[in-house]
């Protein structure tokens, strides 16, 4: 015999009912779309906190979404590097690599964080299908500055392979080596090929999980935290020299998703648990969006007070 569940703690039944409702606009405009997620190694803070974002991006694939993962691993890198007594350093959030560090680039990204990732994702149906970026000439690179080493610029990104995968019902995840045109690996910085791959595949969303709430005006003020941008705006920030470290990638990375055709790029806190389902499916949403164009600017009402998620239906159902 079983006794009736009590509601959860501080929950209405009619509160949570309105929650799961509030979510049904969302679903109904992502079904069929592409996504590309960029989780990054500033958000890999423990095995559990990474088999939860995992599990967010099954739900997005069940309820008809279809995910790409890009993903990067700079901290599981440095971990090695320091482990190999090999240099770290970085010039504008790219990583200097020398060619033996980028053995270990590869041994990390490709041997170990993807593996990690697919296994993660795995253990909820056999979904994921791990890709290095060399792997079908996915992305192709040539050398981006002599100084950096065997760091590569995106020449082209071939979307076939990605696309076969997601035609398949499977999940791509991307780790992001290179295959360069003189016929060794390239590293790539895994916002910038996520920004590349978002427009290849035609991504209606690029989202960029990190370790911070998303793009604050001055970093140094935690009350400047911005949640919604124009295109022109984020170059504006770019432009002024005000913002640095791991977000000028990911800032490009964004502008180069919007001009090539990307809806919406976000950046939101990978730390904060299920923020993926928080940004993608709730009118209130988590972090900072960019914009494609002043129509998807004027449009979007993110953040929205929890409750305007009526008139948000009507006006998705009528569409
Ligand atoms: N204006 C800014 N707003 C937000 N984060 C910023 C800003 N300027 C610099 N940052 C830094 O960018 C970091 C995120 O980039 P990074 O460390 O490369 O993360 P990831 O591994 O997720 O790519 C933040 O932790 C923060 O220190
Ligand atoms: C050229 C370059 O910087 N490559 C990056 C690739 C991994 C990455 O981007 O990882 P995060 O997303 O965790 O920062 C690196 O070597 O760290």
Redesign the pocket.
């Known amino acids: 015999m079983k006794y009736a569940r009590d509601s959860r703690p501080g929950i209405s039944h009619e509160k949570t009912a309105q929650l799961l409702f509030e979510a049904l606009p969302w679903i109904k405009n992502l079904t069929g779309k592409t996504i590309v997620i960029?989780y990054?190694?500033?958000a890999?803070v423990d095995s559990k906190l990474r088999d939860d974002v995992m599990s967010d991006i099954v739900l997005l694939k069940i309820i008809g979404v279809n995910p790409v993962i890009v993903?990067?691993?700079?901290?599981d890198?440095n971990a090695a590097l320091k482990h190999y007594d090999i240099p770290v350093e970085?010039k504008d959030?790219?990583?200097v690599?020398s060619p033996e560090a980028m053995e270990i680039?590869r041994e990390v990204?490709v041997g170990k964080v993807n593996q990690e990732l697919v296994a993660a994702i795995n253990q909820h149906g056999n979904l994921a299908v791990g890709v290095s970026g060399a792997d079908a000439g996915t992305i192709i690179a040539e050398q981006l500055d002599p100084d950096?080493g065997r760091?590569g610029n995106i020449v082209r990104v071939n979307s076939g392979y990605l696309e076969s995968i997601m035609a398949n019902d499977y999940i791509p995840v991307v780790a992001?080596v290179a295959a360069g045109e003189d016929g060794g690996f390239f590293?790539?910085?895994?916002?910038v090929a996520a920004g590349h791959i978002a427009a290849a595949v035609h991504a209606h969303k690029a989202i960029f999980l990190t370790d911070v709430d998303g793009l604050y005006e001055d970093f140094s003020d935690k009350d400047s935290l911005i949640s919604n941008l124009t295109l022109a705006e984020t170059q504006d920030m770019l432009d002024k020299g005000e913002i640095d470290r791991?977000m000028i990638p990911k800032l490009q990375s964004c502008i180069h998703a919007l001009r090539g055709g990307v809806f919406r790029a976000h950046i939101i806190n990978g730390t904060t648990p299920h923020s993926l389902l928080l940004e993608l499916l709730t009118d209130a949403g988590v972090g900072t969006v960019m914009h494609s164009t002043e129509a998807a600017y004027e449009n979007d009402t993110h953040p929205h007070p929890l409750g305007v998620f009526a008139s948000r239906l009507v006006e998705n159902l009528d569409e």
């Open positions: 960029k990054g190694g500033a890999m993903h990067g691993g700079g901290a890198i970085f959030g790219q990583r690599t680039v990204l950096l760091v992001t590293n790539i910085n895994a916002d791991g």
